[in-house]
Structures are given as C-alpha cells and as structure tokens.
C-alpha cells in the first residue's frame, strides 16, 4: 500500500501544486494587476525566505509535487537566489518554476537554472515599445527581450510567454505573439483577464474571451488539439512544424475547477485555497510559534483542505470584484 501523504480536499481532489509569492512588490505596474499607486506591505509583515523554505519543506513533506515561485515580481526579492537554491532540489519536489515579468533575467537566467528551477513563464503582452509601456507603466520591453534570451542560453526545460489580451488595447497583437513564440521556439499561453482587484478600467469592456482568440489563431495555423498537461490550468494546442504550443487559461469562459489541484500562499504566509475566494488559514503564526517544530503547520495544512472551496465565483459584470485584492497580493 502507499503510505506516501497527499492533500486531499473535500470534493476529492488531490492538491500536489502550489503557488508561493515571496513579495507583493513588483518593478512594472501592469494595469490589470496593480493600481498605479500601489500601497506594498511593510517588510515585517512579508515572510522572510527562511519562512518560505519552510513552507515548500512542509508542502512538499505533503506530497507536493510541483512549486511556483511568484510576486508581485520575484526576482525583484533581495536574495531571492538563496530561496531557490535552498528547495531546488528537494527530494520529492519534480518540478520548481518560477512566474516573471523577465526584467530580472539578463542577469539572474543562469543561476536560476543553476539551482534547479526546470521552467521559467515570462509575461508579455505586447511586442510594440510603446504599448508595452503603457500596459506596463513603466516597463522597458528590450529589458525584457533581453531576458527571455537569456533565458533561452540558460537551457530551461521549458520557456513559456504568459500574454493576457485586452480589448482596444492589445488584441489585435494575438497573431504577432505566436509569431513571436515560434521564431523563438518557446510556448505561449493566452489568459483571460481575471476580476480581481480594482483597476482603472472596466472588465467586462476590455475582456477578450480565449474562444475569440483560438478562432482568429486558427484563421492562421493549423492548430492540433492536444491532451498534454503541465500540471497547470492551462489547455494546449499544437502549432505544427514548430516546437512551439499555445495554451490557454479560461478562467471566465471554461473554468477549470473541477479539475483543480493548487492551492497559493501569500507573501505574508496566507493560504489562499482558492484564487477566486476569500477562504484562506493564516501559516504566519505557526512558523512564528513553533520556530523548530513543523508538525503544527502541517497539521493546519491538511486541515485547510477541508476548507478549499468547489471553485470560483468570477463575474465580469459586477460593479465592484467579488475578490478585493490584487494579483500581486495572492501571487500571479
């Protein structure tokens, strides 16, 4: 029999994937995740790494599989490096990933790699200078093309593009992405924009459906439908002759719910059971309380499924989000 332990929630679904934002703080204020003035948690309420070695320890010890390393923008961490390298390893642990916005990796691309991180996603929504900076408010898009070539000399197991297209401001770049991604010989996931947080602009006049984008990407490639997998929500499409895929994340107009195996933990040590609602068990006090003694936390973890709910509740329409806080606040 197999003794090995596992998360198991009360819908009966296997939780073996988490998300762990290192820090609220983030060098871009991509407008549909930040507001331009962004209030950032006071560094003595952000958990310090060794607290988020030992919440991957503990997960892991769970049966966790596979690690996202978010923010805010992670590489953006002081010694963030030190984090990497303390789980990149771990017996147990099949895959460490981490989600940027590829300011940080012209220079950080091959230690990254070095201490074991196997995927990078990179998030890019426009290809035009100028529009990458309005998206962005203050981002450089040849900081971030430097980057993702970097990325590619570093020789991570996979290099994936995370683009998120927005109605009368970047949709119409949907072609020129996957263009992109296949010069390149990296994938790409679309990813329909999500109700969380308050923004300057109203959703559901910006929101672009992932059925809208398949239809327009299949007027120009001959995409074959695939069953492969990355652990994640995303549903991929082969784009032949290349080696490049394209994935979407639907969260609006095909939720993935029932299928669901993550959970997400803040930077603060708050365990999100799910991204659309507010259920969440603070870790900060246990990882403060008992120093040396990881049983209770990984007592609290388990019990926390209990509470991960059957899924989301996002609506477009609402006047006001049903989740307040910010994807920089949960982990992107």
Request: aromatic share 6%.
């Amino acid at each position: 029999m197999n003794s090995s332990p596992v998360l198991i929630d009360g819908f009966g679904r296997k939780v073996d994937y988490i998300r762990l934002s290192i820090t609220d703080r983030c060098d871009f204020r991509c407008v549909y995740c930040m507001s331009e003035d962004m209030q950032f948690l006071p560094r003595e309420e952000v958990l310090s790494l060794e607290e988020c070695s030992r919440l991957v320890k503990a997960f892991v010890s769970l049966g966790v599989k596979k690690v996202r390393i978010t923010g805010g923008e992670p590489l953006v961490r002081k010694n963030a490096l030190w984090l990497f390298n303390e789980i990149g390893h771990l017996p147990g642990l099949n895959e460490l990933v981490v989600t940027t916005n590829g300011s940080q990796l012209e220079h950080q691309a091959h230690d990254l790699r070095r201490a074991g991180v196997r995927r990078v996603n990179i998030s890019l929504d426009s290809l035009d200078e100028r529009r990458f900076r309005q998206i962005t408010r203050v981002g450089e898009l040849d900081k971030v093309l430097r980057g993702i070539a970097a990325a590619k000399q570093a020789g991570f197991d996979n290099i994936k593009l995370n683009t998120l297209l927005m109605r009368g401001i970047n949709d119409d770049e949907a072609i020129a992405m996957v263009a992109f991604a296949i010069g390149q010989g990296i994938d790409i996931s679309f990813i329909e924009e999500m109700p969380l947080g308050q923004v300057s602009h109203a959703r559901d006049s910006t929101y672009v459906s992932n059925e809208e984008t398949l239809k327009l990407l299949r007027s120009r490639y001959d995409l074959i439908a695939s069953v492969e997998s990355t652990g994640g929500p995303a549903r991929y499409w082969y784009v032949p002759n290349t080696n490049t895929r394209v994935g979407f994340i639907s969260p609006n107009s095909h939720n993935f719910c029932e299928s669901c195996n993550r959970v997400r933990i803040s930077s603060k040590g708050e365990l999100y059971l799910c991204l659309g609602q507010e259920n969440k068990v603070d870790l900060a006090p246990l990882l403060r309380q008992f120093p040396h003694d990881d049983e209770p936390l990984k007592q609290a973890i388990v019990s926390s499924m209990q509470a991960k709910p059957k899924g989301h509740d996002f609506n477009l329409k609402r006047a006001e989000p049903a989740v307040i806080r910010f994807m920089s606040h949960t982990g992107g």
